[in-house]
């Protein structure tokens, strides 16, 4: 029997609408590349959006024609996410690290009409443009004054929106209809894109506000750290204005003492972000010896929280959240938010279940499976790849049968290629990658246990495990660290914190110091590049 419910596509636009109307206090503060502070409510948002989709109407953009941006965490990029999404097309956001070739590439597989950039990046599009498709209209995210002086054919953001008027016939769209376009950055063959709907991106506004409210609630300031050319910045864009938490925008100054100046004078209470960005804030919490005033929660993912982070922030007062996701996951899957009932756990018992990945968000559902495809049971010990279904994971690659085919099981699973555990409260325990795990003598190794124990040292200012050949045992473990200061640890000290934690076949032979760790577009630590620099790496006992 049908219920009898009316059925009311779900819409992008309709958060900011209904933001503009129900949070009228809250909004967005940037920091722009002009080098002041702006400021503009959800209601002035919803405005210049609609004048901005009005602009878009007059460049020609139709209904699921791709425009892209490249461009920092700012209230234009917020409008473009809306005025772009909100009247039919679909916002292709770019990662501006990723390498020309990759952005050529992904520009021309998008099929991209329009491409929007701010400020900082106009060096990049010179560089580029002579390889840029013809045709493809550049906007440069500006006013007239700051327009940059250059022999390209630009156009003016501001001028594109002056004079338009401030409202628009959002058109009602099926809800299943692609609103934004977001491409993995791969570290071998071509980036693949995972093409959101409007469905999708409004569940996934829902799951993350249900699951998240320490970060997401009316009043709250959240700054984005993650980037909005990172899968829409783990939908804060979305889920804020819906609960009326306002947008702190970092722009392009990520380093820790900027980070942490704006969050001490915008009473930031919340703030999402890769390890390798908290590095730099927990540095600078450190130097001046306490958390910015206001800052609750702490949501770490994209790679692993190593649990000295996790113990620092939390001696600190700060809550920590420990969240898995993917790109093709838009992206969180699952999150470390402790039940009420776990709040009588001890400091140790807490910390040991925030360095797991957390339990699942509503709507997904894991499975983890061994090499034979048969499903592992979730007792906290057995690992096998993780899978996962639900409305907010992709049902494919856009344009791109052959890697559609790939991702899939035969029960339509999307393989995450990555390994865990899953115990039996519903805690996902992420062992490595697949192709990052070690394989020593037929066992396999987590490389991402071993960081997590050196990371421990004081010594230790970042590091990372990576397999290198071994003529007997196929691959050993080899430590690479980011020392901090001149004062070096050794291996038998670290080895020493490891030990009770690891099997003693399990530690690393051998460690090496380097300056910095290479890291992919991102932001994550890239064990390719590692694996490559330490590929003929002879170790102590072979040599
Ligand atoms: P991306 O699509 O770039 O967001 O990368 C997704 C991948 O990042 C996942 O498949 C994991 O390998 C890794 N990842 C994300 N969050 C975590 C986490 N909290 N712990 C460990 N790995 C993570």
């Known amino acids: ?225 993650v980037p909005m050319f990172h899968v829409n910045s783990w939908g804060l864009p979305y889920a804020g204005p819906m609960v009326g938490a306002s947008l702190i925008m970092p722009g392009g100054k990520l380093d820790g003492a900027s980070v942490w100046e704006l969050m001490e004078t915008e009473n930031v209470t919340a703030s999402w972000g890769v390890p390798t960005v908290w590095l730099g804030l927990t540095a600078e919490i450190a130097k001046r010896g306490r958390a910015p005033h206001a800052l609750t929660q702490a949501v770490i993912g994209g790679s692993a929280a190593p649990r000295s982070m996790i113990e620092n922030f939390e001696k600190m007062g700060v809550d920590v959240c420990h969240a898995w996701g993917m790109t093709e996951m838009s992206p969180v899957g699952t999150h470390g938010q402790l039940s009420a009932s776990m709040s009588d756990l001890s400091f140790e018992q807490r910390m040991k279940l925030k360095s797991k990945q957390g339990r699942r968000v509503f709507g997904v559902d894991l499975k983890i499976v061994a090499e034979d495809g048969t499903a592992l049971p979730h007792d906290g010990k057995a690992a096998g790849e993780l899978f996962v279904r639900g409305n907010t994971v992709v049902s494919g690659y856009f344009n791109n049968p052959e890697a559609t085919r790939a991702a899939l099981d035969d029960d339509g699973w999307f393989g995450t290629g990555d390994v865990a555990t899953i115990d039996p409260h519903g805690f996902l325990s992420i062992q490595d990658r697949t192709k990052d795990l070690i394989k020593s003598g037929g066992e396999w190794i987590s490389s991402i246990d071993l960081e997590n124990l050196a990371m421990a040292h004081p010594k230790v200012a970042n590091c990372a495990v990576i397999a290198v050949a071994h003529p007997k045992w196929d691959e050993r473990p080899l430590l690479v660290v980011v020392p901090r200061g001149e004062d070096r640890p050794t291996l038998e000290e670290i080895h020493a914190l490891m030990e009770g934690h690891m099997a003693k076949w399990q530690l690393p032979d051998d460690m090496v110091f380097v300056e910095a760790l290479p890291l992919t577009a991102t932001g994550k630590v890239s064990k390719l590049t590692l694996r490559q620099t330490f590929a003929d790496y002879v170790l102590p006992d072979v040599r």
């Open 1 to 225: 029997m049908q219920g009898m419910m009316m059925n009311r596509p779900l819409a992008v636009i309709d958060l900011l609408t209904y933001a503009a109307e129900a949070h009228p206090g809250a909004g967005l503060v940037s920091v722009r590349c002009e080098g002041d502070i702006h400021r503009e409510t959800y209601a002035e948002a919803l405005a210049r959006s609609a004048q901005l989709a009005h602009a878009l109407a007059a460049l020609g953009v139709k209904r699921g024609d791709r425009v892209a941006t490249l461009a920092w965490n700012g209230y234009r990029h917020f409008e473009l996410y809306y005025a772009i999404s909100g009247m039919g097309a679909v916002c292709h956001t770019i990662n501006p690290r990723l390498s020309a070739e990759q952005m050529l590439y992904i520009i021309g597989h998008a099929g991209d009409s329009v491409l929007f950039f701010d400020l900082t990046f106009v060096p990049l599009i010179e560089a580029l443009a002579e390889h840029l498709p013809k045709g493809l209209r550049l906007v440069v995210m500006t006013d007239r004054e700051h327009m940059p002086q250059t022999g390209l054919d630009l156009l003016c953001y501001e001028e594109l929106l002056a004079g338009q008027p401030e409202r628009f016939a959002w058109p009602e769209l099926p809800e299943d209809s692609a609103a934004a376009l977001c491409y993995t950055s791969g570290t071998t063959g071509h980036p693949k894109g995972a093409l959101y709907s409007h469905r999708s991106t409004v569940l996934h506004a829902f799951s993350i506000a249900v699951s998240l409210p320490k970060s997401l609630n009316e009043g709250a300031r959240v700054l984005p750290v």
